[in-house]
């Protein structure tokens, strides 16, 4: 009998979820609680992460991480070992910013904060993950978030789009270095997802338009990128790495 529960389970792990203060991160901390891990919630909003610490209950810390600095990550990595006693060996690279505007109008300082976060902030985060693990010779697994973008143009986010194709490139050169060390690095790559920061612009007839060049004419939902990180994060996915794992409604393969 194939055990489909197991598979995709998580106990045992000790997951880190970075921007979990964000929609998105929110979720994928709750995902990853309810599949038995216990979760450190990372991000620079500490109100929200303990406010979402204590939804979750028991198994669930809140630590305060700026991905840009690299001291703070070293502490937060520090601080989640020292709640749950064991290094985190699931990372989700959620943290992510974007700064909107044609590329002529943009400053070379929205350039740099977007690259530092989206970016550098991830390698930043994955390395430190690494070298731990390593040191304790335990695998893991790093699932970066990245988006279409990193595969396909966006319009008005020449920054977001460079660090996302930058962040798809790294994840393939991370697998191939840190096969070896049991270290699986994947990336998810999500089309539009409906959050509250974007719900207005999609009601919007702009927003509307975007809509219908997704092949499923809808966006897509939290909901609808549970299974597809379950599946990387999991023993299901265990033969899984360098993989860019597109969730988009066929909207990166619609030539219109």
């Given at each position: 009998m194939i055990d489909t529960k197991g598979l995709f389970g998580l106990e045992g792990s000790t997951a880190m979820v970075t921007g979990a203060s964000g929609a998105l991160g929110a979720h994928f901390a709750r995902v990853l609680h309810a599949a038995g891990a216990r979760v450190v919630l990372a991000a620079r909003r500490v109100e929200a992460l303990e406010a979402l610490a204590a939804e979750l209950g028991a198994g669930a810390a809140a630590v305060a991480l700026d991905v840009a600095r690299p001291e703070s990550v070293a502490a937060a990595f520090e601080?989640?070992?020292?709640?749950?006693?064991?290094?985190?060996?699931?990372?989700?690279?959620?943290?992510g910013i974007a700064v909107s505007g044609p590329a002529l109008q943009q400053t070379a300082a929205d350039w740099d904060s977007v690259l530092d976060v989206n970016l550098r902030g991830c390698f930043l985060v994955a390395t430190e993950a690494a070298r731990r693990l390593?040191?304790?010779?335990?695998?893991?697994a790093i699932?970066?978030?990245?988006?279409?973008?990193?595969?396909?143009?966006?319009?008005?986010?020449?920054?977001?789009?460079?660090?996302?194709?930058?962040?798809?490139?790294?994840?393939?050169?991370?697998?191939?270095?840190?096969?070896?060390?049991?270290?699986?690095?994947?990336?998810?790559?999500?089309?539009?997802?409906?959050?509250?920061?974007?719900?207005?612009?999609?009601?919007?007839?702009?927003?509307?338009?975007?809509?219908?060049?997704?092949?499923?004419?809808?966006l897509g939902q939290p909901a609808d990128l549970t299974g597809p990180l379950l599946l990387l994060a999991s023993p299901a996915g265990a033969h899984m790495t360098g993989a860019a794992l597109v969730v988009d409604g066929g909207h990166s393969v619609n030539a219109l």
């Open positions: 601080a989640a070992e020292a709640a749950f006693g064991a290094p985190c060996d699931l990372i989700v690279n959620n943290a390593v040191a304790a010779k335990r695998g893991g699932v970066n978030i990245a988006s279409i973008g990193g595969l396909r143009i966006l319009q008005g986010v020449v920054g977001y789009t460079a660090s996302k194709a930058g962040l798809v490139q790294m994840t393939k050169q991370l697998a191939v270095e840190w096969a070896r060390y049991g270290i699986r690095v994947n990336a998810l790559c999500p089309g539009y997802v409906e959050t509250p920061i974007n719900t207005e612009f999609f009601a919007s007839e702009a927003g509307q338009a975007v809509v219908r060049r997704v092949p499923q004419r809808r």
